[in-house]
């Protein structure tokens, strides 16, 4: 058979569309095959509650997107995508109607966090200074020579502490303590686990440097933005081209896999050697996540002023409850009061909701593959910090753990990340390998957020994917 395309690329979600580009900026010719309607995986918007309403479907907020080396190097915004910055990156309410804020300024942080104020600037503000540096070094392969190594060693002693640990043995009270906790969740490990504080200091740096920002007109916007450059390099999306068999892929000199290890393991496991598949088999799913979209009549009404000017929350109480909630979701129990994550977009971008009306963008923690509904208990903890709040939905679209993968076939079981982030698997992601994208199979490589580094709309797996399979099929071209 005829070689038909220099590269194929499988999926089409923030790194498919990353690798794609790497790929066709070097001269090849590519397309990209998409089981979905609609490109963008992980980054796209649809009216899921009523007309005029437009929710994003899976992403909402984007320090790790701007943060991006490689998407720095795109010209986005002339394909339409801006940025809008909230006024407050992030809000941690508390039970005494206060709210921890992280602020864009490290100094106004921790002016606000009273009590650990010198203790937040002492630990944050040297880390803050390197963030291009340290940005520059996380979200490549753990296993590579650092053009850091002192700014990375200063990041990776604490990092590597469990949250809990060092959010108690730095700070003396409780807002501190928490809104450290709610940002080291997003690791969706236990909170005494190894690594959490990593997720923590790289969101909490990233809120500070390049802050949390949302896309205008939503995630979709970041998608639209990718797909239109990859097109006018020369590029196809091909949607609804599902693919089952990597024996069903127009003939290329390299393939490029933007699933899961567990999407892979389906599509090839059996032309696999047996130690690769077995590594792959072993690779650990993490937690999963419920979410609801709503359409509501009014703002939210919190009780504490600071969230009302906020993008993001974290609801979850004190460090200890965040905590117990983690550890439960870790160990498969439902939790009572879970750590819910909140996105009020329509209070910053106006194309989201008709006038003066506003969407919710808000998931939990669950059980892996959980079949639960979540609704009281997550409509629970948002009442808690804003009473009558239930009084303003007037939509709700909910998606269950088991049921994400359905939209998307790299969702499965509600893992949204590409499988846990432990300190195992984010060395070995999902092989230990300065190359871990190189899989055995000749011209096939993993692309995904199953490879480094890992979770987020920022396109770096596929960005770094490109450049092994051009280095192997395509050696005179540059990237
Ligand atoms: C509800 C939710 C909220 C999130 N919130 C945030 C957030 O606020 N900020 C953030 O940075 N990240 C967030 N994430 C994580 C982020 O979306 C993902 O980490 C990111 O999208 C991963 O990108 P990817 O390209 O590896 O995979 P994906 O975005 O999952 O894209 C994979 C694509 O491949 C396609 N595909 C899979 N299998 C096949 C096949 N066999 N044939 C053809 N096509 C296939 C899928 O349909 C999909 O379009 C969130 C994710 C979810 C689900």
């Not at 069903?248 to 999407?263: G, Q």
């Not at 009061?337 to 003066?356: I, K, N, W």
């Not at 994400?404 to 230990?432: F, H, V, Y």
């Not at 300065?434 to 979770?455: D, F, Q």
Request: charged share 20%; net charge neutral; with cysteine.
């Amino acid at each position: 058979m005829p070689i038909e395309y220099d590269a194929v690329v499988v999926g089409s979600g923030p790194n498919g569309l990353a690798a794609a580009i790497t790929l066709a900026r070097a001269g090849c010719s590519v397309l990209v095959c998409e089981a979905n309607a609609t490109p963008g995986g992980g980054a796209r918007s649809a009216e899921l509650t009523l007309p005029g309403f437009l929710h994003d479907v899976c992403s909402a907020v984007h320090p790790l997107a701007v943060a991006s080396p490689f998407f720095k190097t795109l010209p986005l915004e002339r394909f339409g995508l801006t940025w809008i910055q909230p006024e407050v990156p992030l809000a941690h309410p508390l039970d005494d109607g206060s709210a921890a804020c992280l602020h864009r300024d490290v100094d106004f942080t921790a002016e606000q966090l009273i009590g650990d104020s010198g203790a937040y600037r002492r630990v944050m503000k040297p880390l803050a200074r390197n963030w291009e540096k340290l940005a520059n070094e996380f979200l490549q392969p753990p296993l590579h020579l650092p053009r850091h190594p002192v700014a990375l060693a200063r990041f990776a002693i604490p990092a590597v502490c469990p949250a809990t640990f060092l959010a108690k043995f730095l700070f003396k009270h409780e807002p501190a303590r928490a809104l450290f906790a709610g940002i080291a969740a997003h690791s969706f490990l236990p909170l005494e686990a190894l690594v959490s504080s990593a997720f923590a200091f790289v969101l909490g740096l990233a809120g500070h440097s390049v802050g949390w920002p949302i896309p205008r007109g939503g995630s979709q916007r970041i998608t639209n933005a990718l797909a239109n450059y990859l097109r006018e390099l020369g590029g196809t999306i091909e949607t609804n081209h599902r693919i089952d068999n990597l024996n069903d892929l127009p003939k290329s000199r390299a393939i490029l896999l933007d699933v899961t290890v567990w999407e892979f393991l389906r599509m090839a496991g059996e032309q696999m050697p047996t130690r690769y598949r077995r590594r792959l088999e072993s690779f650990r799913h993490a937690p999963g996540i419920f979410k609801i979209d709503y359409a509501l009549s009014d703002p939210i009404p919190w009780k504490a002023e600071a969230c009302r000017h906020a993008g993001t929350l974290h609801l979850g109480g004190s460090i200890d409850e965040i905590a117990t909630t983690e550890r439960d979701v870790a160990r498969g129990k439902i939790p009572e009061r879970p750590f819910v994550l909140v996105a009020q977009q329509s209070l910053f971008d106006e194309t989201r909701a008709p006038g003066g009306q506003h969407t919710l963008w808000v998931y939990c923690h669950v059980p892996f593959n959980c079949a639960g509904d979540m609704t009281d208990r997550i409509e629970s903890q948002v009442e808690r910090f804003a009473p009558g709040f239930r009084d303003c939905i007037l939509s709700r679209h909910k998606t269950r753990a088991a049921d994400l993968e359905k939209s998307n076939p790299n969702l499965t079981g509600g893992d949204i990340n590409g499988g846990a982030a432990n300190l195992m698997q984010l060395i070995a992601r999902p092989i230990l390998s300065p190359t871990p994208y190189r899989t055995p199979m000749k011209g096939i490589y993993l692309c995904s957020s199953s490879t480094p580094p890992g979770g987020g709309v920022h396109g770096m797996c596929g960005y770094h994917a490109a450049r092994v399979a051009l280095h192997d099929c395509f050696s005179t071209r540059k990237p």
